[in-house]
């Protein structure tokens, strides 16, 4: 099965950037689908982005469209979320996620893989 290691977090000032990276071992990455979810305090976790496995699909939230965008290095066999435009309201963990099904559902309970998460923080 496929590991995930997320890394790339920190703390930003409100307006900056980061980009967060997802690396794959143990399986091709470009045959899952993978997802990136963020966790505030007190919040569910919510899909943010994500590519499918058969690279026709990509979702972005509604509320991040402009923002973030989600893409795939197949040579390294990692995805990554470029975030631009932080706002203190991004603050939360960062996870990725995924699954073997070339679809995008949006609840979490349907990626059987997860990493262990990143800290995102925008300072104000």
């Known amino acids: 099965q496929v590991q995930l290691v997320e890394t790339g977090g920190g703390l930003v000032q409100a307006g900056g950037s980061l980009r967060l990276s997802c690396a794959a071992s143990g399986r091709l990455l470009i045959t899952y689908t993978v997802g990136w979810f963020c966790q505030a305090p007190g919040k569910e976790r919510e899909l943010v982005a994500a590519?499918?496995?058969?690279?026709?699909?990509?979702y972005v939230a509604d509320s991040l469209k402009g923002r973030f965008t989600i893409s795939r290095d197949n040579a390294k066999n990692t995805v990554y979320l470029q975030m631009n435009s932080l706002k203190p309201e991004d603050t939360a963990v960062y996870y990725c996620?995924?699954?073997?099904?070339?679809?995008?559902?949006?609840?979490?309970?349907?990626?059987?893989?997860w990493g262990q998460g990143t800290q995102v923080t925008v300072s104000s």
């Open positions: 590519l499918s496995s058969n690279g026709g699909d990509t």
């Open positions: 996620a995924a699954r073997e099904s070339p679809t995008i559902p949006t609840t979490p309970y349907e990626y059987p893989y």
